[in-house]
């Protein structure tokens, strides 16, 4: 691992909530995607400071949702992941309180959810299902090495 804490830090909450055993029956690659992006990635800061990552039952994904939210809502603009399998097809949702470019629609709660972490009701979001399965943060602004 890298001498970064905050990603020692991050692998170690992904071992805890059980991201590699999860992973490994929804069919995604937790080395590629997650283990091999998370180390090779230059940045100093965590991208993911404000988020928590949790795999949260769903009433229609039997095996539930890994899902990494916002604890608290602090700027403008928010983004939330979330990966499931779900009638044998992989999903990784990216959304966003804010439109983006290759959105593929948008999503309300509704008011009674339980399915989703409570942080990220009462919003309307932007979202996207990516076909890279890599968090999002850790890429989106160059940060990988070559």
Same mark, same amino acid.
């Given at each position: 691992?890298?001498?970064?804490?905050?990603?020692?830090?991050?692998?170690?909450?992904? &071992?805890?909530?059980?991201? +590699?055993?999860?992973?490994?029956?929804?069919? *995604?690659?937790? =080395?590629?995607? $997650? %283990?091999?992006?998370?180390?090779?990635?230059?940045?100093?800061?965590?991208?993911?400071?404000?988020?928590?990552?949790?795999?949260?039952?769903?009433?229609?994904?039997?095996?539930? &949702?890994?899902?990494?939210? +916002?604890?608290?809502?602090?700027?403008?603009? *928010?983004?939330? =992941?979330?990966? $499931? %399998?779900?009638?044998?097809?992989?999903?990784?949702?990216?959304?966003?309180n804010q439109p983006f470019e290759n959105e593929?629609?948008?999503?309300?709660?509704?008011?009674?959810?339980?399915?989703?972490?409570?942080?990220?009701?009462?919003?309307?979001?932007?979202?996207?299902?990516?076909?890279?399965?890599?968090?999002?943060?850790?890429?989106?602004?160059?940060?990988?090495?070559?």
């Open positions: 691992m890298d001498d970064k804490s905050w990603i020692s830090k991050t692998f170690e909450r992904w &071992v805890e909530i059980g991201v +590699p055993e999860f992973f490994a029956k929804i069919g *995604i690659a937790f =080395e590629s995607n $997650f %283990l091999h992006t998370l180390q090779n990635c230059t940045i100093s800061e965590d991208p993911y400071s404000n988020f928590k990552w949790a795999i949260i039952p769903h009433s229609a994904i039997p095996g539930g &949702v890994l899902h990494c939210f +916002p604890i608290k809502i602090k700027q403008s603009k *928010i983004t939330w =992941e979330e990966w $499931f %399998l779900m009638d044998g097809e992989i999903h990784h949702h990216i959304l966003s593929e629609g948008i999503w309300t709660p509704d008011a009674d959810d339980q399915d989703h972490p409570i942080e990220d009701l009462g919003r309307t979001w932007h979202y996207q299902n990516s076909s890279d399965l890599r968090p999002s943060l850790l890429i989106s602004k160059g940060h990988l090495l070559p």
